[in-house]
């Protein structure tokens, strides 16, 4: 397929977006990138950072399933609950209750794992051209855990040692000697050596961004309402204008859902809200990430300070912030590093997770339109995931051929 001067729209500059961009770029496409914010305003500004490429395990599991009435009814616990949103995310529920079983699981973590095997190198191929230097840290990534679900913990190790994963179990003194400023309230640990983390997503997105614009891509910042077809090919209408393009990708994070609804697609896509905070001044107390697992809260040393982030609120995209969930990951900060008692926090941030009830991103062609492709869902790992989500889509559009299995992200699997 020749793409030269082929016209491409991509709705999302959040990290899903950006990638794709540049990768349709560099196969020769003209790109025009649409956003009714700044570039990287949404999940991709406030993430924890982690390039978390061991993470193929995800929580559609078993053992989540007989735990979640107790943490949903918990006020200090990893999970949470706007009660106003429940009975609209019933259908999620169920369909993820479907999913939390053992054959699934490991659907999922396979599937999972063919793309974080890859993310690192396909970050590779965008940062070669841009300064990282300041932006990137290779110092792995510290979990560690209370005693209760030991097993469980002993069932994760098992898999990713089973799928390859590079991973070295801690014992208490270990972690106490790669970090001895926590709290010793581990009764173990895990560290991933390969991992990294970025100690500023949005800066590192818009140096992305400036590259993409420096190939010769334009950015409209405008709201898109909708799409629809002229001779199959898409037209993108905001409030201003109406654009039509060779092929359209939409990749809105956790909005994608009035879009996909609109050229009829019945995708399950809702949201696991999470937050994040800062401490300045304080990132001396740490030399990596840190998540501590019970509690689904991680501490990341940014450029902005310590980022305490982390808990999963389900709420939808209307809810106002939660002030208890915000309290909860300043708690758990404090517990985890006791020298962040009195100390005051900044930049209280809520952001969504785009998530469907089989953990799978939403990667390819929509099952209506063959002008029209996908790349959302990508839930907890959306910020690892943009490279090699945005290489996949690119390939698909070029109508490439891949020795990857692509079938598990497709959105037929909603239709059957
Ligand atoms: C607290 C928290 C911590 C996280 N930590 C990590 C981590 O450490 N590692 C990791 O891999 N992932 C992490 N994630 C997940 C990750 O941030 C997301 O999966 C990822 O950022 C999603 O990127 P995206 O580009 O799909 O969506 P977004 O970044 O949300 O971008 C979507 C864009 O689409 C735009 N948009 C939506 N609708 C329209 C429309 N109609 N017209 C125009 N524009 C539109 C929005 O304005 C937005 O800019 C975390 C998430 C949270 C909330």
């Not at 599991?61 to 107790?70: A, E, G, I, Q, S």
């Not at 970050?123 to 979990?143: A, C, P």
């Not at 913990?153 to 270990?174: F, N, S, Y």
């Not at 930049?347 to 959302?376: M, Q």
Request: proline share 5%; hydrophobic share 35%.
């Amino acid at each position: 397929m020749n793409n030269k001067n082929l016209k491409i729209g991509i709705i999302g500059a959040g990290i899903q977006g950006v990638c794709s961009g540049l990768f349709l770029q560099k196969k020769g496409f003209d790109i025009t990138l649409f956003d009714r914010e700044e570039p990287g305003s949404f999940a991709s500004y406030g993430n924890a950072g982690h390039f978390s490429l061991y993470a193929s395990i995800q929580l559609n599991r078993p053992d989540v399933l007989k735990d979640v009435p107790k943490m949903l009814l918990s006020t200090n616990g990893p999970l949470a609950i706007k009660w106003n949103y429940f009975l609209k995310m019933i259908p999620w529920f169920i369909k993820f209750i479907k999913n939390c079983n053992s054959k699934s699981m490991m659907h999922t973590t396979k599937n999972m794992h063919q793309i974080l095997d890859l993310s690192l190198s396909s970050y590779d191929e965008l940062f070669k051209d841009i300064d990282t230097s300041d932006l990137v840290e290779s110092r792995g990534i510290i979990y560690f855990w209370n005693n209760e679900n030991l097993k469980i913990r002993e069932m994760e190790m098992k898999i990713r040692d089973e799928l390859g994963v590079k991973q070295q179990a801690l014992k208490p003194h270990e972690i106490h000697d790669l970090e001895p400023n926590i709290n010793k309230i581990y009764h173990g640990g895990v560290f991933y050596p390969n991992a990294k983390h970025t100690t500023n997503p949005r800066k590192l997105l818009l140096r992305l961004f400036d590259l993409f614009k420096k190939n010769g891509g334009k950015f409209e910042k405008q709201n898109v309402q909708d799409i629809s077809f002229s001779e199959g090919q898409p037209i993108i209408k905001t409030e201003k204008d109406s654009y039509k393009f060779e092929k359209a990708l939409i990749a809105c994070g956790a909005f994608s859902k009035k879009l996909t609804d609109q050229v009829g697609e019945k995708i399950p896509l809702d949201t696991e809200r999470g937050y994040h905070v800062h401490f300045e001044n304080m990132t001396h107390l740490l030399s990596r990430p840190v998540i501590y697992l019970n509690k689904a809260t991680a501490i990341t040393p940014m450029q902005q300070g310590l980022r305490v982030a982390g808990t999963v609120e389900f709420g939808g995209l209307e809810n106002p912030p939660s002030k208890k969930r915000i309290q909860n990951i300043i708690n758990n900060a404090k517990t985890m590093l006791p020298q962040l008692e009195g100390k005051k926090h900044s930049d209280e941030w809520l952001g969504f997770r785009p998530t469907v009830p089989d953990y799978l991103p939403v990667i390819g062609a929509s099952k209506n339109y063959k002008n029209l492709f996908y790349s959302f869902g990508h839930q907890h790992l959306g910020w690892t995931l943009g490279a090699i989500s945005g290489k996949i889509v690119s390939g698909l559009m070029a109508e490439e051929n891949t020795n990857l299995d692509l079938s598990a992200y497709s959105s037929q699997r909603f239709s059957t």
